[in-house]
């Protein structure tokens, strides 16, 4: 499942950052977490590498993860979230 609409990557990698976010805020021991945004802040550069902000409510805490979404030579994309 998808938070929001919006970002450049299909369903199937949206999907895979999501699930990323709720583990890591499910570690945090907040099951409460629903996605508000997805902005692209940087187009594809020549190398394919772009970067969203994922605004995210977790337990009544709003917060804006940077996901940085880098092509793989072999196929598909890699990803890295880190928080603003």
Known sequence: MVPVAGGLGDPTL???????????????????VNGTAIDVVQPPDSKGVWIENWTV????????????????????TNYGITSQ
């Open 14 to 32: 949206k999907a895979d950052v999501w699930v990323s976010i709720l583990q890591y805020e499910n570690g945090q021991s907040c099951s409460d």
């Open 57 to 76: 409510n977790a337990c009544g805490t709003t917060l804006v993860l940077k996901v940085t979404f880098t092509p793989d030579p072999k196929g598909g």
